[in-house]
Structures are given as structure tokens and as C-alpha cells.
């Protein structure tokens, strides 16, 4: 069922991004990890110059207490994570300076419970 929801929820937030980015997503240690970025495409000396990372991950325990909810709270929780993915999404800076042999820090988003909760937005 977890595997299933965060096919869903892929499928929620994946508008927001840019139509080339490259998706990847896990469940581990019962948490939802999506991690994304992709080419950017301006910077002539470097054709292949991805974007910082950014990892999403959603609790245990926000999934937990998601599978608990009714229909009608399921959907408000939806629209919450897509509005907060969206709030980062809009003051994220996906360019960096680091040449392509370097890492880059990846920019780390985490969902919790209380975020999905509809009382918070």
C-alpha cells in the first residue's frame, strides 16, 4: 500500500517540476524518499550541468496518520503537500557553482505529519 501511495503522491508533485527532471523514489525505513533535479541547460562550457538535488522525504509517521484519514481529509492533506512543495519549490536556487567533478549539497525537504494536517494551511 505504501508503494502505491507514493506512486500518488509522485504523481501529485510532479507537475511542479521542470518536464525534464529526473525522478527517483524509495521507501525506506518506512519513510517516502523522492529525490529530483535535472539538466540545466545554461551554462555553454558545462551542456551537462544537473541541477542541485532535492530530496523529499515523508515520515513514517505522516504516512501512517495519512492512511488513517477519510476520503475528505486525504484530499485537503493532498493539496497541503503540493502547496508546501510548491512554497520550497519557489524559493529553491537549482544553480550552483561546483564543477561537474564536484559534489554538490543536496537540499533536503522533509514532510512531517503536521504539515499534511489540514489545520496548518
Known amino acids: 500500500m505504501t508503494e502505491d501511495l507514493l506512486d500518488y503522491w509522485l504523481r501529485l508533485i510532479t507537475p511542479i517540476f521542470p518536464t525534464n527532471a529526473w525522478i527517483v523514489s524509495n521507501v525506506s525505513g518506512g519513510n517516502h524518499s523522492?529525490?529530483?533535479?535535472?539538466?540545466?541547460?545554461?551554462?555553454?562550457?558545462?551542456?551537462?550541468?544537473?541541477?542541485?538535488k532535492i530530496q523529499i522525504t515523508i515520515?513514517?509517521?505522516?504516512?501512517?496518520?495519512?492512511?488513517?484519514?477519510?476520503?475528505?481529509?486525504?484530499?485537503?492533506?493532498?493539496?497541503?503537500?503540493?502547496?508546501?512543495?510548491?512554497?520550497?519549490?519557489?524559493?529553491?536556487n537549482p544553480d550552483h557553482d561546483a564543477q561537474t567533478s564536484k559534489s554538490v549539497?543536496?537540499?533536503?525537504?522533509s514532510i512531517s505529519r503536521d504539515m499534511l494536517n489540514e489545520e496548518n494551511y
Not at 523522492?34 to 542541485?52: G, M, Y
Not at 513514517?60 to 497541503?80: C, F, G, P, V, W
Open 34 to 52: 523522492i529525490q529530483i533535479d535535472w539538466k540545466l541547460e545554461n551554462d555553454p562550457h558545462q551542456p551537462n550541468k544537473r541541477s542541485r
Open 105 to 109: 549539497a543536496t537540499e533536503r525537504w
Open 59 to 92: 515520515s513514517e509517521k505522516a504516512i501512517d496518520h495519512y492512511l488513517d484519514m477519510n476520503k475528505t481529509d486525504r484530499e485537503l492533506s493532498d493539496t497541503n503537500l503540493k502547496k508546501t512543495i510548491l512554497e520550497r519549490y519557489s524559493h529553491f
